[in-house]
């Protein structure tokens, strides 16, 4: 099983990029999902999740109101929105599959799979 990242780019702030995420091999129906992200020189970081029952959704402070995480099942696919970006939004993103959400915290279960990463890079 394979989740394939595409998306990421490089994007003056105040602009916007859309993620998408697509699992090939297998399905992650059953599964929560959600995006991490890892900047130069700090620790990977959870973007926002999607709980595997009833699709209850949490985002990291720094992104609410800012990005929007959705799922297709049809397509076995995860996207992210990502809206009025900054600086500071500069990482790789990851998607996952198992992540978990427990109350309003997103965190990776640890039996899931990780895509291959995009670079998502804002800058004047």
Known sequence: ?????SGGGSVQPGGSLRLSCV???????DLGVGWFRQAPG????AVS?????GGRIVY????????????????NAVYLQM???????TAV???????LVIGEVCTYGGFGSWGQGTLVTVSS
Do not use: H, W
């Open 1 to 5: 099983f394979q989740l394939q990242a």
């Open 60 to 75: 990291a402070d720094s992104v609410k109101d800012r990005f929007i995480i959705s799922r297709d099942f049809a397509k």
């Open 49 to 53: 999740c999607i709980k595997d029952t």
């Open 83 to 89: 809206n009025s970006l900054r600086p500071e939004d």
């Open 23 to 29: 699992g090939s091999g297998g399905r992650f129906d």
């Open 42 to 45: 700090m620790e990977r970081e």
């Open 93 to 99: 993103y990851y998607c996952v599959t198992d992540a």
